[in-house]
């Protein structure tokens, strides 16, 4: 019974020292992630909206761009959504006319590095430029897309490009109905 007492109550020191640390660490490394976080999407809103010179969040998530003069650019909307592996969180500009695509950044995803990663490359995003807002947007395989309401998907990945593809369906048509 001694050794079974002695055996639990180190097991608890253990799990409260380990618990410890795991609590110091992340409240000293949290500031810094939010801080990052904070960093790329800034960096994201002026790499959709290059002649920017400020910006102004008007609800969670949802952003204008404005020139030096004070005119509206247009908007960045932030959005997430399940992908192959995990979580794919990306940006997507519009025009300020609401008719038009701008560009698109992902922030974060964990798809699988070389194929479903591609949907950060700077040629898949490219294909969202200048898409209308009218109608959702498809994607297709094997066939040269449509413009200009379809994208190439990534050959090996479509997963991950119809993640994407969804994932800008849903929030962008969502919040272009109660605009």
Known sequence: MNKILRMIVVLSIIGFLSGGILAAVYQ????????????????A???IFPQAENYKEIEKNIYKAFDRNGNLLGYTLTLQGGGYQGIIKLMIGISADLEKFIGLVILEDIETPGLGAKIGSKEFREQFRDLLTSKPIQYV????PKPPYE???ITGATISSRSVVKIINQGVQAWLRVK
């Open 151 to 153: 994208i190439q998907a």
């Open 45 to 47: 809103i002026f790499e």
């Open 141 to 144: 395989k094997n066939i040269k």
């Open 28 to 43: 000293f490394s949290h500031p810094l992630i939010e801080m990052r976080r904070a960093e790329a999407l800034k960096a």
